[in-house]
Every structure is written in C-alpha cells, then in structure tokens.
C-alpha cells in the first residue's frame, strides 16, 4: 500500500510535468505565464473570463490558465509541483496555513519586493490584521484574495414550530431550543430531528468549521498559539469542547457518519455551520427553502459582533517564475475592483478588501443578495489561522482529543483541552 | 543464436524491468535511504540516524494502528476464508444460474474500492442509513455501525470481506475443479459421509490453494486503507486507525517522509514475520 501511495505522488508528478510542459516552448522564446486556480467549476469559469480580459490587454505576454491538478487535496498536489519544480507561475487557491512550508522550501516569490505591494495589501485588509499574512521572517509572500467567514445558517420554516423569536446567542439558549426540537412529537408530519449536523470525522480539517470557530467566536479572536506557544489550554477551549459534548451527550446532534445527504436540505436539521459557497448551492438545490443566517453562539452570548474563522485564500507567485515581474501584474490585475466583482458574481465567494459594503461596485450586490451580505458584514470579524509548518498535526491532536471527550465522552473536556495542549506542547519541542 | 535469444529475451522483458525499477525498486531503495532522514518533501534532507525509530518505539498511536490491523485480520481472514470457500463449493455444484451467481460474487472485485466504501457508508450510518433501517422495521434497535469503538472495525471487515470473497471464491473454485472425480466416487464407495469427503479430499486437495488465499487475505488484510481512510477516517477513538492509514497521514497529511519510511519498512517486516508463521504452521498441519 505504502508503494501504491508512492506509485500516486508519482503519477501526480507526471501529471504535472504534462501540465506544466511549458519549459520547451518558453525555450523557444515564447513569453507566457501559467495560472492555476482551483478546481472547481465556478472558479474555473471566473478564471477563464479573467484570463480572456488579460490576453485581449496583453497580447505580448498572455496567460495561460489550467485549474489545479485533481488529487487528494490541493495542498498535496501543490506540494507535488514543488518537488518536480513544475509549479505554475501563479496560484490563487492558497490556504494560509500551508504558507511556512513553502516559504521554508524557498518556493515562494517575497511580494514585498514588488512595487505597489504594501499599497494594494493595505488597500485590501485592514492595518490591524496586515501582520496575520506575514511569515514568520517578517516577509510577505503572499496576498490576500477571499474570505468565506463561517457562519450559522437557520431554517425559518420552524421558528414559529419552535417558538424562536431571535436567533440564539448563548450556548444555552442555543440548547434549549435544541432539547425542544428533541420533545417535539416523533409523528408531527415533520421532518425535523436534530438543532444542527457536524462530520465527527478525526481528520484535522473537519475541526476548523466546529471546535476553531467557536474557539475564535468564544475567546474573542484568539488562535491556537501565542508567540509559538500553546494559547488554548484555557477554560474557554475547555467550554467549547463542553457545548458540543452536551450535545453528543444530550442526543441534540447526530452521531451519524453522513455520506451524500444534506440534512438541512432535507430540513431534519434546524441549523448548519456554512460558509457563503452554501448560498449559491442553496440556491441550485433548495429554491424555496426559507433560511437566515446568524453569529456563532459564544458561552455568555455577550452583545457586539461575533468573531469566526475565515477560511480564507491567497494568491502567490511561484518562484520558478522567469517573468516575476509579469506575473505581480497579473497579480494585481487578478484582485482589480472589477475581478472582485466578478468573483462575487461568479462564485458567491468574498474578496478580501476595505469597505466591500461601501464601494458602489459591490453595494448594489450585496442589495440584490442580502443573504451574502451577512458574510461580507463579518469579513472583518473574521480570523486566519497561526503560523507554524505544524498546523495540520496541531489539529489532528484536537481532532482526536475531541473525538475522544465530545463524541465519545471517554475523558472530560477539561481533560480533552488539557491532552491536546500537552500533545501540542511536545510536538513543538520535539521538533525544535 | 543464444547472444540472439537473450537479447530479444531481454528487450521482450524490459517494458516490465523499467515499470519494476521505476515503481517498485527505486522506491524501496529512496524508502531505505529515508528512514535516516527527516524530510518534508519540498525541504532539504536532514540526517537523524536512529530517530526515527526511537520515535516510533515511543509512538503509542503506531502500535494501536498495529493492534486494530491485527484485530481486523482475526475477523476478515477466517470469514473471507470460510465464507469463499462455502461460495466456491455451492457454485461447483451443478445449480440453476450458476454463471450469474460466479459473476454476481465477482462483481464486488472489480468496482472501484472508493465507491464500494461510499455506499457501505451511507448503508452503515446510524441514523438515517439503510440497515438500521431495516432493523428497526423488524422491532430491533439501532447499531453504531461506525461510531462505536465495539462495532466499527468488525463493520469494515465485513464490508471489506463483501468486497474481496468474490476473488477468492475463483481462485478456491479453481481448486475445487482439480480436484479429481474418482476420489469422491472412492469415497462415496466406502461410505464416507459429505462431511468426511469434504474434510479428507477436499481441505488436503486444495491445500495449496487455502496457503495462497490466507497469505494474499494478510497481505491484503494488512494493506487496510481506503474503508477506514473514507469510512471513519480511523476513529471512532482511534479504533480503526489501521497501520497504513497512520503511514500515509505521516507521510503526506503532515509531510515527515523519513517518518513514514520507517513505519512502512516496519510494517514490511512484520507482515513477512506474520507470513513467515503462517506457511510453518500450515506446512506443519498439512
């Protein structure tokens, strides 16, 4: 088996080299740069018209745009690129989180060289969160494209079934709506269950849309590490764990390893934790279900604007690049106010940028899509992830450490939250 | 003539010789080389010696992957055994439809493992999934298929021995058609009962056939990926975390190369162990 996965990045790396055959003919003189966004059909769609607008401007130097290679992940084939040094000369579908990997194997182009980077980074995101996108030389590799704040969605058909006024701000209030969903009558024609639906996968990635959401919403916008130290072995993880531990426990959630279902489609569920791609799905797939949107519930339920995560992506240039220089223009064609537009318009995802809901380009949009604009009102609010080439095994510890004291209750939270910062803390001296 | 013949002999076998030193050489020898190594794929190798293997020694989570492969190979073998063996001899039996029923075995084999593990997902899922549908239909209770720690391993097995009995039902049904017709006729002479023939010809005949069928089921069986990659992801608590799900999450969930050299190489050496034991005691039996 261990070949069989081998024998795949291999095969990756194959791929790749037939993606990315340009050497021969950039040998031959022929000046171009290679695009890759990522691969699903929205953003592929957004990409060509993008791309057709550059090369209608810069016949000279034309783009040419192939979605990311199909694979387990697009981190995993990027990493793939890197090693057979066939990356393109852009990609917009970076995740944060895998930046001090490229940045330590020396692929990424340092933007802050560019002219007009610090502006148009400035431009985008405001000065207090500037510092978030830096590595940890202090450099800047890349430049922030979208956000898709994480959020949760309600189902309106029952709010007057339930008797829900406002939308839950506490974890109580937000439970005891839940423990009336379990006391409704089984035959009461209605197909509702549960109050919402998380994958109880321990993969890694599953914990950044339950446990880190609402770590951020509850602690105020804290992340997993402080100065490369653990920063949640706090009795707020500690509370967050015990909110979806009630749950598990009380029967509000189901325990149920889905597959292809869409329980709030299906409206067995009340609520689900989404970010603004479920906009346009809904739309496609649920035309007259009626839902609204909402902030996480945080422990006390304080007042003010609710933090979440952001679950955003960037943009950088390869540093295989020949035409660096060419490609920061595209960069910055690429995050125009009018390809920010176009994203929305295409994708229904949103671009990272100062006052979104101000600007008449996107104002009117947001007028014509009110569910979008509860998204775009928490860009702000809404926050990345650390910096450390160790992320995904700093989640992979939660994920086991909340499989094991939320669904399966086998330790306490306390002693779940108090495990992880322990693993976390070891994993980061061992390798020091 | 004979310089002659080795040529062609060499050119008609080096389209294999390449695949064989491209895939299969060079990465046991790049895998050999890493196992000294700490190496993220896109970085610099760094030399460690023996760490590696210190870690693993003190790595409690790559000893629970061994122990859940070790129980999943307790339940898969002897059932796929039984149950392929069972199947190959009522289709060699002269039966009604008794081609379909050899292609409707088979047919599990060749459709796609990730498919097979998606459907067998939704059939399994606790609340809304087909079976416990069915049990409840009938006045029984719902079963955590997947989501306890009791269930979920003996549930992958089964569906693992679903997908796999059909190869090995052929291979038991080649070896139950050599077996010759004048030794149960013999038998049946002196009065052996089904039972007697079946454990006195049958077994002994196609004993070589049983040897290739429990060393490919624990090769096979120790190779377990894709159901608990797609089905559990490893839990519920670690559970179904089998030996190569640990690997490649090392290798390329969190990029320690040198790290899931060493597992893999590990792995390598218990599994020839385990077959090395099989064939003495089978021999021996035999």
Known sequence: ?432 | MNRKLSLMGYLMSAPYIIYFIIFSAFPIFFSFFLIFHRWNIVGPMKWVGLANFNMMFSDPLFWTSIYNTIIFLLIHIPLQVVVALVLAEVLNQKIKARAFFRAAFFMPVVVSGVVVTILWKQLYSTDTGLLNNLLMAIGFGKVEWLTSTAMAMPSIALMATWKNVGLYMILFLAGLQSVPAYMYEAADIDGATTLQKFRYITIPAINPVIIMVLILSTIGGFSLFIEPYVMTGGGPLNSTLSTVLYIYRQGFSFYKMGYAATLGFMLAAIIFVVVLIQRKLIEQDD
């Not at chain 1, 995993?76 to 090693?83: G, K, R």
């Not at chain 1, 330590?104 to 980074?121: K, R």
């Not at chain 1, 500037?130 to 956000?147: E, R």
């Not at chain 1, 791609?277 to 339920?301: E, I, Q």
Request: glycine share 6%; net charge negative.
């Open chain 1, 1 to 432: 088996m261990r070949y069989k996965v081998l024998l795949s990045f291999f095969l990756i790396a194959i791929q790749l080299q037939f993606v990315s055959c340009s050497g021969n003919e950039r040998e031959r003189g022929e000046k171009y740069l290679t695009y890759w966004p990522a691969a699903n059909q929205q953003e592929i769609d957004l990409a060509k018209k993008i791309v057709e607008k550059w090369n209608v401007i810069h016949p000279e130097f034309p783009v040419r745009m192939e979605p990311i290679p199909s694979g387990q992940s697009s981190e995993e084939v990027l990493l793939a690129a890197i090693a057979g040094k066939t990356t393109p000369d852009i990609c917009s579908n970076i995740w944060p989180g895998v930046m001090e990997q490229y940045v330590e194997a020396g692929a990424v182009v340092n933007l802050d060289t560019m002219p007009g980077f610090d502006s148009l980074l400035t431009a985008r995101i405001p000065e207090t969160v500037v510092k978030g996108y830096s590595s940890s030389d202090g450099k800047y590799y890349q430049l922030p494209w979208k956000s898709n704040p994480v959020l949760f969605i309600y189902n309106r058909r029952y709010f007057d079934v339930l008797g829900i006024d406002s939308l839950p701000k506490s974890y109580s209030e937000f439970y005891e709506i839940a423990q009336r969903i379990k006391e409704m009558p089984i035959d009461d024609g209605l197909p509702l269950q549960w109050i919402h639906y998380r994958n109880i996968l321990p993969i890694w990635w599953q914990r950044l849309f339950d446990f880190y959401p609402f770590y951020i919403a509850a602690s105020g916008g804290k992340t997993l590490l402080k100065d490369g130290k653990v920063d949640f072995d706090n009795d707020t993880a500690v509370k967050v764990f015990e909110f979806f531990a009630e749950g598990y426990e009380k029967g509000y959630v189901s325990k149920s390893l889905l597959q292809m279902e869409d329980l709030f489609i299906k409206e067995k569920v009340l609520a689900d934790i989404v970010g603004p791609w479920r906009v346009s799905h809904l739309a496609k797939f649920a035309p007259d279900l009626k839902y609204t949107y909402g902030p996480l519930p945080r422990p006390g339920g304080s007042e003010g604007p609710g933090l979440s995560y952001a679950d955003p992506k960037s943009i950088v240039i390869f540093n295989n690049t020949p035409y660096p220089k060419m490609a920061w223009e595209f960069v910055k064609f690429l995050v125009s106010e009018e390809n920010d537009r176009m994203l929305l318009d295409m994708t229904a995802q949103l671009p990272i940028r100062s006052g979104l809901l101000e600007k008449a380009t996107f104002k009117e949009y947001f007028e014509a899509n009110p569910g979008l604009k509860v998204f775009a009102e928490q860009v702000p609010y809404a926050i990345g992830v650390d910096r450390t080439i160790y992320l995904q095994e700093i989640f992979d510890i939660i994920s086991q450490e909340f499989d094991a004291a939320c669904v399966h209750r086998v330790k306490t939270p306390k002693e779940g939250i108090s495990d992880a910062a322990k693993r976390v803390r070891l994993l980061l001296e061992r390798d020091r």
